[in-house]
T-cell receptor, first 112, second 113 residues
Framework: NAGVTQTPKFQVLKTGQSMTLQCAQDMNHEYMSWYRQDPGMGLRLIHY???????DQGEVPNGYNVSRSTTEDFPLRLLSAAPSQTSVYFC???????????FGSGTRLTVV | GQQVMQIPQYQHVQEGEDFTTYCNSSTTLSNIQWYKQRPGGHPVFLIQLVKSGEVKKQKRLTFQFGEAKKNSSLHITATQTTDVGTYFC?????????????FGKGTKLSVIP
C-alpha cells in the first residue's frame, strides 16, 4: 500500500509558467483535498473533492484548478505561477468527510 | 468558513514536563481531529473526537472534547524528545453537507533534553 503519492517532491518555476502537481492514492478513498502550508499560516484548503467528477473550492482557490476524473487521481494545476504561490503543497485523502486524512509527503514549490 | 483558534503558537518545555495545546471555535463542531507534523514532514492523523465531553488516551497523550463541542485540548504527560513537532487541530462544522476540514495554525512544541 503506497498511500498518498505526490510528485514531484521539489519544483522551481519561473513566474508565468504553468505546471501540474500530481496526487494519487491507492486506498479507494472518495475524499481528496489539496492544502498549502506557509510559515505561521498553518494548512489552508485550496480545493477538495468528494468523489470522481465532483470538486469544490476551499479557502484559497484563486490561481489553482483541479479535476477528478478518477477516484485515484486528483491533480492540482497552476495556470500562471506567481511568487505568492511559493509554498509547500500537501494532498490528502480520506474514506469519508468526517474521518482522518492520510497526507502525502508534499511538494515544495518555489516560484521565482 | 469555519474558524478555529489554537493556542499557544509555540511551547518550549524541558524534557519530562507536561504540555497542553488548546483549540477553540465560536461555533459548534461536528468533530475535531488532531494531527502531528514532525519537522520537515507531513501531517499525520492522531485521533478524532466526536462526542460531547469525550476523552481519549494514546499512551502519554490525552485528548478531550468540550461539553459544548466548541473546544478541545491535547495534553502530553512527561514529554520526550520524540514529541517534538507541530500539533494541529482540524475541524468540520456541524450540520449536513460540510466537507471542508479546516486546520488551526498549530502549536509548535520544542523539547529541551
Amino acid at each position: 500500500n503506497a498511500g498518498v503519492t505526490q510528485t514531484p517532491k521539489f519544483q522551481v518555476l519561473k513566474t508565468g509558467q504553468s505546471m501540474t502537481l500530481q496526487c494519487a492514492q491507492d486506498m479507494n478513498h472518495e475524499y481528496m483535498s489539496w492544502y498549502r502550508q506557509d510559515p505561521g499560516m498553518g494548512l489552508r484548503l485550496i480545493h477538495y473533492s468528494v468523489g470522481a467528477g465532483i470538486t469544490d473550492q476551499g479557502e484559497v482557490p484563486n490561481g489553482y484548478n483541479v479535476s477528478r476524473s478518477t477516484t485515484e487521481d486528483f491533480p492540482l494545476r497552476l495556470l500562471s505561477a506567481a511568487p505568492s504561490q511559493t509554498s509547500v503543497y500537501f494532498c490528502a485523502s480520506s474514506y469519508s468527510g468526517s474521518a482522518g486524512y492520510t497526507f502525502g509527503s508534499g511538494t515544495r514549490l518555489t516560484v521565482v | 468558513g469555519q474558524q478555529v483558534m489554537q493556542i499557544p503558537q509555540y511551547q518550549h518545555v524541558q524534557e519530562g514536563e507536561d504540555f497542553t495545546t488548546y483549540c477553540n471555535s465560536s461555533t459548534t463542531l461536528s468533530n475535531i481531529q488532531w494531527y502531528k507534523q514532525r519537522p520537515g514532514g507531513h501531517p499525520v492523523f492522531l485521533i478524532q473526537l466526536v462526542k460531547s465531553g469525550e476523552v481519549k488516551k494514546q499512551k502519554r497523550l490525552t485528548f478531550q472534547f468540550g461539553e459544548a463541542k466548541k473546544n478541545s485540548s491535547l495534553h502530553i504527560t512527561a514529554t520526550q524528545t520524540t514529541d517534538v513537532g507541530t500539533y494541529f487541530c482540524a475541524v468540520t462544522e456541524s450540520g449536513a453537507g460540510s466537507y471542508q476540514l479546516t486546520f488551526g495554525k498549530g502549536t509548535k512544541l520544542s523539547v529541551i533534553p
